[in-house]
């Protein structure tokens, strides 16, 4: 295994930036415009942060709040929040009709080996809105999950009754 130039930390060859001290470790890094993946990357991590998400689930990395990356993610989530905070102010803005109006809900019925790119995306953005309800319910010791997913089964009933009752008066 190969070693950063910068501090000498122990790295993959497939890499694009060094976990421990954030040096980009290759042109794609320096670039940041190809993202080193199979699916086209739309999000709000760079590519550092997201090198760095990804070494922290593959336990490659441990969580240290001193390190360059932990603190490229920290501003990195800030920033997502603060435009999170104009979406708000935007009256009669729903977050979920938003995101609905751009999806494919056939995606989050398929195997993910079936999928393409967009119906990866899809599916990763639904699991993504049940992840951030448990960080939430994590960081504030709140229980807003379950009330959610109740509130969403409650809505998926009534949607299914509306949808038999129509095909029962065609």
């Given at each position: 295994?190969?070693?950063?130039?910068?501090?000498?930390?122990?790295?993959?060859?497939?890499?694009?930036y060094c976990?421990?001290?954030?040096?980009?470790?290759?042109?794609?890094?320096?670039?940041?415009?190809?993202?080193?993946?199979?699916?086209?990357?739309?999000?709000?991590?760079?590519?550092?942060?997201?090198?760095?998400?990804?070494?922290?689930?593959?336990?490659?990395?441990?969580?240290?709040?001193?390190?360059?990356?932990?603190?490229?993610?920290?501003?990195?989530?800030?920033?997502?929040?603060?435009?999170?905070?104009?979406?708000?102010?935007?009256?009669?803005?729903?977050?979920?009709?938003?995101?609905?109006?751009?999806?494919?809900?056939?995606?989050?019925?398929?195997?993910?080996?079936?999928m393409n790119?967009?119906?990866?995306r899809e599916?990763?953005?639904?699991?993504?809105?049940?992840?951030?309800?448990?960080?939430?319910?994590?960081?504030?010791?709140?229980?807003?999950?379950?009330?959610?997913?109740?509130?969403?089964?409650?809505?998926?009933?009534?949607?299914?009754?509306?949808?038999?009752?129509?095909?029962?008066?065609?």
């Amino acid at each position: 295994m190969p070693y950063c130039p910068n501090c000498g930390n122990q790295i993959k060859e497939m890499h694009h930036y060094c976990g421990s001290c954030g040096q980009a470790l290759s042109d794609i890094a320096g670039s940041e415009i190809d993202p080193p993946m199979a699916i086209e990357r739309e999000g709000f991590l760079s590519m550092r942060s997201l090198s760095y998400v990804n070494e922290l689930l593959e336990g490659e990395q441990d969580l240290n709040h001193d390190s360059v990356s932990y603190k490229q993610l920290s501003r990195e989530l800030s920033a997502a929040f603060a435009d999170f905070a104009r979406l708000a102010m935007v009256d009669d803005l729903d977050l979920l009709h938003l995101w609905a109006a751009g999806s494919n809900t056939n995606a989050l019925s398929m195997s993910v080996d079936d999928m393409n790119s967009n119906q990866f995306r899809e599916w990763l953005a639904a699991i993504g809105l049940g992840r951030t309800l448990r960080m939430y319910d994590d960081a504030l010791h709140t229980e807003f999950e379950e009330e959610f997913n109740d509130r969403l089964q409650k809505l998926i009933e009534f949607a299914n009754e509306e949808l038999n009752d129509e095909e029962s008066t065609e």
